[in-house]
Nanobody, 128 residues
Framework: VQVVESGGGLVQPGDSLRLSCAAS????????MAWFRQGPGKEREFVGA??????????SIRDTVRGRFSVSRDKGKMTVYLQMNSLKAEDTGVYYC????????????????????WGQGTQVTVSS
């Protein structure tokens, strides 16, 4: 499975960006996909995730970005999005997408070890 992120860039505070993540090679009827980020000099942290199984889908968002960020997906595809609004300088970092086969339990959604497949990351820089 190959995971590829896109959509990063340089934006000003208050702007919006939508990151895309496509996992190719296999299609899973149940899966979990997540976004993590790593800012300069910081450890990687969970941002948001989405899991699905059949017709059931739910998401999880980091508390500090809730209300500004959201995660969604294209049904039937292994493609997820991270919509980021009202961006702040502290949102700067490399954003990574990760995927796993099988719907993870809710307590595992935010844990990086839950995911088997990772992208190379896309840079997001928020600066005036």
């Amino acid at each position: 499975v190959q995971v590829v992120e896109s959509g990063g860039g340089l934006v000003q505070p208050g702007d919006s960006l939508r990151l895309s993540c496509a996992a190719s090679g296999r299609t899973f009827s149940s899966a979990g996909m997540a976004w993590f980020r790593q800012g300069p000099g910081k450890e990687r942290e969970f941002v948001g995730a989405i899991r699905w199984s059949g017709g059931n889908t739910d998401t999880s968002i980091r508390d500090t970005v809730r209300g500004r960020f959201s995660v969604s997906r294209d049904k039937g595809k292994m493609t997820v999005y991270l919509q980021m609004n009202s961006l702040k300088a502290e949102d700067t970092g490399v954003y990574y997408c990760a995927a796993r086969a099988g719907r993870p339990i809710s307590s595992a959604l935010r844990d990086a070890v839950t995911y088997d497949y990772w992208g190379q990351g896309t840079q997001v820089t928020v600066s005036s």
